[in-house]
């Protein structure tokens, strides 16, 4: 399985695929290293390679010990490659996965990690643009932090863009993951620093909650609420933290944060979480309203069975062979004005309580039968007082009597 990339590196095995390549551990001359192998038909892109040397400064730049570095670009036949660090451990989506979600401390710990990382790619005037737990790496050989949380790196830097060429996407394509997209790219403008802030802040809330505020349902749907509906409060968070996560979900980019005052009030904001438990909220019910049912019905292809937790399928009309994959970047059709003023407006999906009967469930269908059968018998009982009461005072009016003062009658 072993294979050469260019002159300088071997990849010995596969580490992960996803929808633009696969990651294989490696050797390089300085030691071992990550590299990802993007597709063959990328590979074969010669707008996409000049691309791919245009960015190589700027990748090979970015130096923080927050982001996973990347240490050359090879080019080579049908090769187009990334060599990166070697980051020992896991990606944030595995472990959550495992534990659904985390205590805020240990959340709030990561997040300011990733954001560092962010604040140093934005000086350099490099944006992201596909932040999400899939792209966080977790250090298991670093010092652990607050709430034990591991040292967290933020890597696949420069990916989005270099598959984002004007050929490849036109103005009605977007690229990126449904659950984590700004308002303003599914509006159709670019992507600039803010951006990532929003990706970043819907990631902190899924940590904290074990689902993303504007997902669920059909990919239409999701995108919909990005733009036209507002986040719920977290029950149990503490006040301050949820106005950082408000302000950084603003629909209006110029209201967030910058990445590096984001990680500086998260760690202000560290003491006060300290050694608090996860949050017990459930996902909020996920069934499509009739607008979305419309929506869905005039697609081309049926919704995909099952998605696992919090993720959405691609908006029909992909082009991506990958239509259930959030692992890796998606290119969605933009939805219309119309399409995107058709869900309503305001505030997003509530969290259940945590035991509460999910919609649609055998539990929840039945207290909804025995609150239909109580209210139906009080409205029985309501209607039959109501009639005894109509029927006395029409009797009364109807026919007035003098008082009886005539003696017993015996019988």
């Known amino acids: 399985m072993t294979r050469k990339i260019g002159s300088r590196y071997t990849a010995h095995q596969i580490l992960g695929r996803g929808s633009a390549g696969t990651v294989w551990l490696g050797e390089g001359p300085e030691g071992p290293v990550a590299i990802k192998l993007l597709r063959e038909d990328l590979a074969s892109d010669?707008?996409?390679?000049?691309?791919?040397v245009q960015e190589r400064t700027a990748l090979l730049s970015l130096d923080h010990a927050r982001v996973v570095g990347v240490h050359d670009l090879v080019v080579d036949g049908n090769d187009l490659a990334l060599v990166m660090d070697l980051v020992r451990g896991t990606d944030l989506r595995t472990r959550l996965d495992r534990e659904r979600r985390m205590a805020p401390e240990a959340a709030v710990?990561?997040?300011?990690?990733?954001?560092d990382g962010l604040a140093a790619a934005h000086a350099a005037g490099i944006v992201h643009r596909d932040v999400k737990p899939e792209n966080v790496l977790l250090d298991m050989q670093g010092p652990l932090g607050p709430g034990g949380a591991h040292p967290a790196l933020l890597t696949d830097f420069g990916v989005a863009k270099l598959i984002d060429s004007p050929r490849r996407t036109r103005a009605t394509k977007i690229i990126g993951t449904p659950d984590y997209l700004a308002p303003e790219i599914i509006e159709g403008l670019p992507p600039r620093a803010a951006v990532d802030i929003y990706a970043l802040a819907t990631v902190l809330y899924e940590l904290l909650a074990g689902f993303t505020p504007f997902g669920g349902g059909h990919p239409g749907a999701v995108l919909r609420r990005h733009v036209t509906e507002t986040v719920v409060p977290l029950p149990g968070i503490p006040e301050e933290l949820w106005q950082l996560l408000v302000q950084c979900l603003a629909k209006a980019p110029a209201s967030r944060?910058?990445?590096?005052e984001l990680a500086a009030r998260l760690r202000e904001l560290l003491p006060l979480v300290a050694g608090m438990p996860p949050l017990d909220v459930d996902e909020p019910d996920t069934e499509p309203s009739p607008a979305e049912e419309a929506y869905e019905d005039s697609a081309p292809e049926p919704r995909a069975a099952a998605p696992r937790r919090g993720a959405v399928p691609l908006v029909p009309g992909s082009t991506s062979a990958d239509s259930n994959n959030r692992d890796t970047h998606t290119s969605m059709r933009v939805p219309g004005p119309d399409e995107l003023a058709?869900?309503?407006r305001g505030t997003a999906r509530a969290p259940r309580a945590s035991g509460a009967a999910r919609p649609g469930s055998a539990k929840h269908r039945a207290s909804t039968r025995r609150r239909r059968v109580t209210l139906g018998v009080a409205g029985v009982v309501l209607a039959a007082a109501a009639g005894i009461g109509v029927y006395a005072a029409s009797s009364s009016d109807a026919q007035p009597t003098a008082p009886d003062t005539s003696s017993p009658t015996a019988p």
């Open 46 to 52: 010669q707008e996409l390679v000049g691309r791919f």
């Open 109 to 115: 710990a990561i997040v300011a990690d990733v954001a």
């Open 257 to 260: 944060l910058r990445a590096s």
């Open 342 to 344: 058709g869900g309503a």
